[in-house]
């Protein structure tokens, strides 16, 4: 069966200063603007994909969008993918995330959904038939970031450390031979520059550089597994501004030509979604431990004080929401709504699938069982941020291997 396919890409910068998030060391509505934020929509018979210059899906941003295109396209909201850049340089994409690192602004998440929905519709009006070819390159500016140390500390560029140099990308084709869209997967977070400005990093320079030579095609970014993954410049980490995020953009935008000229069809098939939830075990505070925190300074303190005020939140094991795309026989994509470490991108290729985290919502880092004994920022403090109830337990790691293995075995 032949698959059928529209796009709409769509300005999601905000329009008025908002609290960016992704950097705690950030205060205050931004500064300028220094590149639009994008979102770009795939629109198939039944399935529509959302891929948006955005931190993550927030829990409540997610239901909302889900709700309201179901509602006004009759699109089964378990057809409904949204996926993320990863972007640390725009809005807090949604209200149950700490103020600290970016407090929302409740005027651009209403702004925000109306947007995408109504790109969907546009995206659905303009559904043709496609052929969809893939192809492989590679980048190499993505490394490492657990750089373990003799005093027991984590952090800086390991190059020695598991990483991921592919860039994957999928071209969709016009019964004219002309690219409908192009889809260009790579894993390292985007975090060349933490000023006070708005912008998509390295995918909207490498999306810019690419767009001349696609034509009209709207060009989407997949990110992978990058939760332990950082933009390395001769091999060091450094912060920059336009320079070196136009810099990592001519590389990912290499990468990405290779791929281009060494395309292959993909077979055909029905385009689909299958979604299981797995629990993942947590070490979740006790109320005292709460309330021995609840007069801290910093995200301590808030993180205490905010799941004193809602015990809801204080759970011994979350569900991790593992979404199946397929878009035709043997091409697969495997979403999280998770924040997920390179080896777990690495177990997904080897079954034949193509990583997808920061899809669908998000419950934070996501961390192998040696990661969480070495420690780190992962491990033991980034949900502090995202207001989770603790640390993930050892088991954390068989089970979410189990649940990709199930899943991917069963597609």
Known sequence: MATRLGTATVDITPLKPVELSGFAGRSGPFMSVRAPLEAQVLA??????????????????????????????????????????????GPQPGATFSPL??????????YLADVVVDTVGTALANREPVKIQRGKGECHFGMNRRLLHPDGGVGGPNPDG?????????????????????????????????????????PGAMRSLLQPEVGDAVIGFLQGCCGDQDPAFDGEFRRG?????????????????????????????E?????????????????????????????????????L????????????????LTLADGLVLLGFDAEVTVSYGHQVKALGAIP????????????????LAQGGYEPDNSYLWILR?????????????????DILRKS
């Open 44 to 89: 198939f018979d039944s399935v529509v994909l959302v891929c948006a210059d955005l931190l993550w899906w927030g829990p409540d941003l997610y239901e909302t969008v889900i709700a309201r295109i179901e509602q006004r396209y009759d699109v089964p909201r378990q057809n409904l993918v949204l996926h993320a850049s990863h972007t640390h340089c």
């Open 101 to 110: 690192v970016g407090d929302f602004d409740t005027d651009y998440l209403a």
């Open 162 to 202: 598991p990483r991921d140099t592919e860039v994957n990308v999928l071209r969709f084709v016009k019964e004219d031979g002309e690219a409908k869209a192009v889809l260009v997967h790579y894993t390292c977070h985007p975090v060349v520059s933490n000023e006070n400005k708005v912008g998509p990093d390295f």
């Open 241 to 269: 501004g336009d320079e070196e995020i136009a810099d990592l953009g001519r590389q990912l935008a290499f990468g990405a030509r290779q791929a281009l000229g060494d395309l292959v069809d993909v077979g055909e098939g």
């Open 271 to 307: 385009v689909s979604v299958r979604t299981t939830l797995t629990d993942l075990p947590l070490d979740a505070p006790t109320i005292a431990d709460l309330q021995a925190h609840k007069d801290d300074e910093g995200i301590w303190g808030d993180w205490s004080r905010r799941l």
């Open 309 to 324: 005020a809602d015990p809801t939140r204080v759970v011994s094991q979350l569900p991790i929401r593992l979404t199946l």
């Open 356 to 371: 997808l985290p920061y899809t669908n919502g998000m419950i934070g880092y996501i961390v192998t069982a040696e990661e």
């Open 389 to 405: 109830s603790g640390r993930w337990r050892p088991e954390v790691e068989p089970t979410l291997r189990k649940a990709i293995d």
